[in-house]
Structures are given as structure tokens and as C-alpha cells.
């Protein structure tokens, strides 16, 4: 009888834990501005803020994109994204990691698609959280056509939205 209680309380033990890990992961599934399936990011927390995993397809080829969170979390690819809002700025912060009073929240590297239009990446945001105090669930994740140039507001020059995951 004994066994059987310290084997259910194991069983319990591991099925909290499976739980507490669900807390600290998220997935945002990509969708291009055609409305179908572009790729996946899993997001992480960390100590210090969230790792983000991405592999998308169907961007534009050999160059370097934007990649931002959005303060919204909606992806309507019929009217270009534009339902994801701005980035995510809570401290109202400048746009641009070189702008003098920048970078929001939402601000990122820019990232290189290769050839074939993917973009396989892994980027870290110290600004974030999953969820409370700057937290992006429930937020989106954007891919823009063209590359950021950290300073100009308030969008960088990224131009058209590509690609829209909603961080769940």
C-alpha cells in the first residue's frame, strides 16, 4: 500500500511540474499574408527574459527582416496585419535599439532569410516576460519585408507586415 501512495504521489509530483514548465514556455504559430501556415516560434522564460525559437518560411529571400512584438494579439492577414496595432511599448519608450531614448520592448534584431525564404533564428529579449509585468502573452510576434534601421520612428523602415504569430 505503501508503494502505491509514494508511486501516486510521484505521479502527481511529475504531472505539477509538467504544469509549472507550461507557464514558462508559449507557442506563436506564423501565418503569411496569404492566411496560411508560415512556421512556428516556442518562446522560453528565463530568468531574465524570454528565448525566442523561430523557424518560418515563405518570407522574402536572401535578406535581412524586422522582427518586432506587437502590442495586439490578432493576425488578420486580410488587411495586412494592421490588427496587431504598434509595437509593444509599455515604458513608452523611443523605437529603435540606437535610438536616444529607445529601445522599446518590442524591438529586436533584425533577421537574415536565406534562399530558400526561411528564417531559422533564436533571439533573446532581456525587456520581456511571458506573462505580468511586460509580459507578451497574448501578443504577437511580427516579421516585416524589409530590415529596421534602429533609429527612425516609428517603425524603423521596416515596411510591409509578412508574417503575424499570436503568442498563446
Known sequence: ???????????????SSAVA????TAIANFV????????????????TGVLIELD????????????HIHENGHCDHTH????????????????????????????????????????RAQVFNSMVKLDGKNGIRGRTLMIHEESDDYRSQPV??????VACAVIE
Not at 518560418?56 to 522582427?67: C, D, T
Not at 524603423?156 to 507586415?161: L, V
Open 1 to 15: 500500500m505503501r508503494t502505491i501512495i509514494i508511486a501516486a504521489a510521484l505521479v502527481l509530483a511529475a504531472g
Open 156 to 161: 524603423g523602415g521596416a515596411g510591409k507586415r
Open 56 to 67: 518560418v518560411s515563405g518570407l522574402p529571400v536572401n535578406r535581412w527582416v524586422a522582427f
Open 80 to 119: 495586412g496585419f494592421e490588427s496587431a496595432g504598434g509595437h509593444f511599448n509599455p515604458t513608452n519608450a523611443e523605437h529603435g535599439m540606437l535610438a536616444a531614448n529607445g529601445p522599446q520592448a518590442g524591438d529586436m534584431p533584425n533577421q537574415y532569410v536565406d534562399q530558400d525564404g526561411k528564417l
Open 21 to 24: 514548465q507550461d507557464k514558462q
Open 32 to 47: 503569411g499574408l496569404d492566411g496560411k501556415q508560415a512556421g512556428r516560434a516556442v518562446l522560453t522564460e528565463a530568468k
